[in-house]
């Protein structure tokens, strides 16, 4: 699966902005999809998954609130809507995939298809 992230951008401190991932994929609703991000000096860490019908999320502590994680299964692509931005989200965002058709939440491990990442600057 091949993933392809867009989105990304310089904005302030209260702005807002919507990452986009396409997946070339014929089965994408097969696939649980996340959204992990790494800041200069810091580990890589999930920000948001979203199981493969959409109706079951998860989101970092840090952004809980402020973040919302969607998808179209119509059209491949996971949406990571970001509100209230803070400097702290300035990092390289990444979208993730795996294949998991379980119920309840999709884990926020063993993700093994990457997109390039998109970089998101918040300045204060």
């Known amino acids: 699966v091949q993933l392809q992230a867009s989105g990304g951008g310089l904005v302030q401190a209260g702005d807002s902005l919507r990452l986009s991932c396409v997946a070339s994929?014929?089965?994408?609703?097969?696939?649980?999809m996340a959204w992990f991000r790494r800041s200069p000096g810091k580990e890589r860490e999930s920000v948001a998954t979203i199981n493969w019908s959409g109706d079951t999320t998860n989101y970092a502590s840090s952004v809980k609130g402020r973040f919302t994680i969607s998808r179209d299964n119509a059209k491949n692509t996971v949406y990571l809507q970001m509100n209230r931005l803070i400097p702290e989200d300035t990092a390289v965002y990444y979208c993730?995939?795996?294949?998991?058709?379980?119920?309840?939440?999709?884990?926020?491990?063993?993700?093994?298809?990457w997109g390039q990442g998109t970089q998101v600057t918040v300045s204060s």
């Open positions: 993730a995939a795996r294949l998991w058709v379980g119920s309840g939440a999709a884990p926020s491990t063993g993700y093994n298809n």
């Open positions: 994929t014929l089965t994408f609703s097969n696939y649980a």
